[in-house]
């Protein structure tokens, strides 16, 4: 499995854009990246995916670099419900089908 | 189109008994995952399910655990002898058949477990 290293915590105001980076120099070629986010006291929650290209979807954006070392998830206006933990987790190859969750970046949000 | 659901949502055990934690994917869904997080870490894989199949069972301690996703019902993930150890939050998730790498997993709200 491709090692991450995400910053342990950010915080962030209430309407203001969040950039939560990865580094996933490891990676392999056809491995996706995947994001999920873990709000207190619930099970994770899907965000989103990317291989080369950037994607945005309604709950965020996925910036990917072109290397693909290194990866951003985007919110573009952080709210007082995106206070989680995320998890930027590369997917693929003999990990099909199981999740590989490191430490996350715990985000906190202030009104 | 309800999401997965786990229960119970809370379980005490006493040191020795078993433990049985039930989870029903999304309807349409044919694979399915365990996860435990322990107080004050992270998530880890424990296995991975098809109908009738185990596919993956890498993150499974070796003795007292085992799961099983029959062809009708949901699937279990059963404890046996509990000890302390054992206390966590063990969530379950499913995705729907096809390209794993692509497919999103959909987790439950978590069974947590608490040995006395």
């Known amino acids: 499995d491709a090692k991450t290293t995400q910053p342990n915590s950010m915080e962030s105001n209430e309407e203001e854009p969040v950039h939560l980076p990865c580094n996933h120099s490891?990676?392999?070629?056809?491995?996706?990246i995947h994001w999920y986010r873990q709000l207190p006291s619930q099970g994770p929650e899907y965000v989103i995916h990317?291989?080369?290209s950037n994607v945005n979807n309604r709950m965020a954006s996925l910036a990917i670099a072109e290397d693909r070392k290194s990866s951003t998830l985007i919110l573009h206006r952080a709210t007082l419900r995106d206070a989680a933990v995320y998890y930027c987790?590369?997917?693929?190859?003999?990990?099909?089908?199981?999740?590989?969750f490191g430490q996350g970046t715990i985000l906190t949000v202030h009104p | 189109n309800a999401g997965v659901m786990q229960n119970p949502r809370h379980l005490v055990r006493r040191r020795g008994q078993e433990a049985r934690l039930r989870c029903s994917p999304m309807k349409g869904h044919s694979h399915v995952y365990w996860y435990r997080q322990l107080p004050e870490e992270g998530l880890k894989f424990m296995v991975y399910?098809?109908?009738?199949?185990?596919?993956?069972e890498s993150g499974m301690p070796k003795e007292r655990f085992s799961a099983e996703f029959p062809k009708e019902g949901p699937s279990i993930l059963r404890i046996q002898q509990v000890v302390r150890g054992d206390s966590a939050a063990y969530f379950c998730?499913?995705?729907?058949?096809?390209?794993?790498?692509?497919?999103?997993?959909?987790f439950g709200p978590g069974t947590r477990l608490t040995v006395l």
């Open positions: 990317g291989l080369t």
């Open positions: 998730a499913s995705s729907p058949p096809g390209g794993l790498i692509h497919n999103e997993q959909f």
């Open positions: 490891t990676i392999s070629g056809t491995d996706y």
């Open positions: 987790i590369p997917t693929g190859g003999t990990s099909y089908g199981k999740l590989t």
């Open positions: 399910l098809q109908k009738e199949n185990i596919i993956d």
